[in-house]
C-alpha cells in the first residue's frame, strides 16, 4: 500500500484513520456521544462489542472514563461531537488528563485523544458554534491539532493515537466534505508540531489556522493576479507551535497576516503575532495584521453569522494594508 492514494473527505480520512489504528493495535478503544451518527458509522459494526461505546450525552461522565481507561493502559478516542461541549468536560481534560503525568512524577500517562468538531457557520447558535482552540492552548500538558485538509486529518490522527500525552484533536465542519487523494499507507504519519507551507511566497506570510486554509489560499491566488506572491503556512498544530517555520517565512516576506477562526483577543493569532515580535521583530517591515472572529456571541441567523469569519476578502484586504 505504499506510495497508493485514496480518494477521502476529510471526515472519511478521520474514520480511516481510527480504523487503521483499531485493527493496528487491541488497545486503542472509541467512545462518545453520537458516534453511530456522525463519522463512526463503519467502525460500530466493524468492532463490535466493548472497543466502540455510544455514551449518555454526559461529556464530564464518558471523558473522565475515557482519562481512567487510558491509565489502564488503553488509548482511548474520546468523541465529544461538538467542540462547545469540550467546555462541560473541561474538568476532565484540564484538571485530569493534562496533570497526571506531571503530579506524579512521570510514573503515569494519560494516551487519550479528544475530537472535538467546531460546528460553526452552519446556524448552531452561539452555545454550540464556538472554535475553543485558544482555551485548551493555554493548558500545559496537551497537545493541540486542527488539521485543514484531509492528508493532514488521517496523518496527525494517527499520530496523536501513537503518542503518550493527551491530545484535543479538532476538527472543522466546514472541511468535512472537502476531497483529496490521501496517502493509504497505513504506517503513514504527520508529526506533531509540523507546520507545513502550502503555498511558497517572497512578498507576504500567510499564517492559517484550521477552517482558515481554504479562503487563506483564495486569498494567496487573488493576490497574485496584482503581483503580490503571498507564503500560505498551514499551522496544523496549534501546541507545539513549529515557531521556526513562522519565523523563517517572516525573515524572507518582513510580513505577516494571520488568519484564525477563533475571537480575536486571546487567539491563537495572538500568539503567533507574539511570537513574532519576541523572536523575529527586527525582520518586520509592517504591523502584524490578525483577520479573526469579533468578541462576539455567534447569531444563530446564518446571514449575520458569515460575516464574522476570516473570508478571502478580509484576509486578502489585510494583505493589502501591509505592502
Known sequence: MRN??????????????????????ERVILMGEDIAVYGAQGLCEEFKGPRVRNTPLSEASFTG???????TGLRPIVDLTIASFAYLASDQIINQAAKLRFMTGGQ???????????????RTAAQHADRPY?????????????????????????????DDDPVVFFEDITLWAKKEDVPADEDFLIPIGK??????????????????????????????????????????????????TILTSVAKTGRLVIADNSHKVGSVASEVAAVVVEEGFESLRKPIQRVATPSIQIPYNANLEKLLYPTKEKISAAVRVIL
Open 65 to 71: 472514563v475515557g482519562v481512567g481507561a487510558a491509565l
Open 108 to 122: 503515569l500517562k494519560v494516551p487519550l485523544v479528544v475530537r472535538a468538531s467546531t460546528f460553526y457557520n452552519n
Open 134 to 162: 485558544p482555551l485548551f492552548m493555554n493548558v500545559p500538558g496537551l497537545k493541540v491539532l486542527a488539521p485543514a485538509t484531509a492528508t493532514d486529518a488521517k496523518g496527525l490522527l494517527k499520530s496523536a493515537i501513537r
Open 4 to 25: 497508493s492514494t485514496k480518494k477521502l473527505s476529510y471526515l472519511e480520512a478521520i474514520v480511516e484513520a481510527m480504523r487503521e489504528e483499531m485493527r493496528r493495535d
Open 195 to 244: 507546520a507545513d507551507i502550502k503555498r511558497p511566497g517572497s512578498d507576504v506570510t500567510i499564517v492559517s489556522i484550521a477552517g482558515c486554509l481554504p479562503p487563506a489560499l483564495a486569498a494567496a491566488q487573488a493576490l497574485a493576479k496584482e503581483g503580490v506572491e503571498a507564503e500560505v503556512i498551514d499551522l496544523r498544530t496549534i501546541v507545539p507551535m513549529d515557531k521556526e
